[in-house]
């Protein structure tokens, strides 16, 4: 199991020098009949990142859910939230309802405050993501997207679990990754790759690279019928589609992919006919975390270039599901997991699993200790068997499932 969740907090003395009187003001206890008013941001906002102490580099406190980045800060020296960072959204927003909970609407300008670091929006609108919780099993927080980026140089070290920010005017890269210019087709990140499905030629085709993906690779089925690929494919299995958190798509395997002159091995594709996020230029799919977390990646657009340098985690192969359950995450907290697809002739078929039944637990671990993308992750150990306790009609009953490989 792979879950992977701290928070590297680094805070330096001028920040706390600076923000003192603020932060007592915030810890301070309310009288029972007041409600905490918001902290007003400074007359002369920054026009740029600015870093504490006059440094120009800040490791900032990040979270990771499986391999999602999410950052901790403070909205104009609010109660942190955690962010998701988001390379596909053109703003940073924040959830309505966790707006309403730190007092923090409507606010113009907007400087967050990250571990030795503010950095200046001119907007945080409140934006809600229904769809948030069926696919990572947590409550919907905010959105870091490319204006956040835009007056950084970011790093984000996915074998070492940390996110590091520069000053754009001291950094210069000199490692050895690949180096690509930022196709900049509406903003958004664009990589030129070549790939090979099961079957069928090499093509090369643009792809977004989308943080906020929970998946390798994502293949759009309407450029693989543009190109007369669908029957390319090979054997697939209907799969969780990663756009909408509910099934839908496809998973199968990736013959070749080719970043410059690094071959990826052992890669997983989800086929979606849902649309894309519209990157200003024909796109044959995107790339996610589940392909980002081989590589040390820096998002560097003051340069105008990302690069991507492989790390110890380059040739862990991906992981498909061995259990044959398609599971997303219900209820007020996201801790129902309830199957939405059982394949046929696998081992939750064989157990007798169905639609509409609920995991309360696996193995020792109830659900409420658990996560979805820890679920899904237990159930891609090949090998492994769990002990799982299923509801079903106000009844519990407990079944056995020994994963192995099934496509």
């Known amino acids: 199991m792979k879950f992977r969740s701290k928070l590297v907090v680094f805070v330096a003395l001028g920040v706390l020098v600076e923000r003192a009187v603020l932060v007592r003001a915030e810890n301070a206890a309310p ?4 409600t905490p008013r918001p902290v007003e941001p400074q007359a002369t906002a920054p026009d740029q990142p600015r870093f504490s ?8 406190g990040a979270q990771w859910m499986d391999d999602l980045v999410f950052l901790s800060s403070r909205v104009n020296v609010s109660e942190p939230s955690l962010f998701e960072l ?19 609407t409507n606010l113009r300008p907007v400087i967050l405050n990250l571990p030795a670091l503010d950095v200046p929006l001119p907007s945080l609108p409140a934006v809600a993501k229904a769809d948030f919780g069926l696919t990572v099993g947590q409550p919907y927080q905010g959105t870091l997207g490319r204006d956040f980026l835009a007056n950084l140089v970011l790093e984000v070290d996915y074998a070492r679990d940390t996110v590091r920010a520069y000053a754009p005017a001291s950094y210069k890269y000199s490692g050895k990754g690949v ?11 664009v990589i030129n790759l070549r790939f090979a499905l099961e079957k069928g030629k090499e093509i090369n085709g643009n792809f977004v690279v989308d943080t906020a993906l929970d998946a390798s690779v994502v293949l759009d089925n309407k450029f693989l019928a543009a190109h007369k690929m669908m029957g390319d494919r090979g054997k697939t299995m209907p799969s969780i589609d990663p756009f909408t958190g509910q099934p839908g798509a496809t998973t199968g395997h990736i013959r070749a992919f080719q970043i410059e002159k690094r071959f990826v091995d052992d890669v997983l594709a989800i086929f979606s006919d849902q649309p894309f996020p519209s990157a200003g230029v024909p796109v044959a799919g995107a790339i996610g975390s589940k ?3 081989r590589f040390n990646v820096t998002f560097d657009y003051p340069h105008g270039q990302l ?5 110890t985690n380059f040739p862990d192969p991906d992981q498909e599901d061995k259990s044959g359950l398609m599971i997303v995450a219900k209820g007020s907290n996201f801790k129902t997991f309830e199957v939405v697809g059982v394949e046929p002739q696998t081992p939750a078929a064989d157990a007798g699993i169905k639609n509409g039944d609920v995991i309360a637990g696996i193995d020792t671990d109830p659900a409420a200790d658990l996560t979805i993308l820890t679920a899904r992750n237990l159930f891609r150990q090949v090998g492994h068997k769990y002990k799982v306790t299923l509801e079903r009609g106000g009844e519990t009953k407990e079944v056995t499932l020994q994963m192995r490989r099934y496509f």
């Open 291 to 293: 392909m980002l977390r």
């Open 31 to 34: 009288a029972a009949s007041q």
């Open 86 to 104: 988001d390379t596909t959204a053109a703003n940073s927003s924040l959830a309505p309802d966790r707006a309403a909970e730190i007092n923090r």
């Open 179 to 189: 180096v690509f210019p930022l196709s900049q087709g509406n903003g958004m990140p």
């Open 53 to 60: 102490y006059g440094g120009d580099a800040s490791e900032l």
């Open 307 to 311: 690069v991507l340098e492989p790390n």
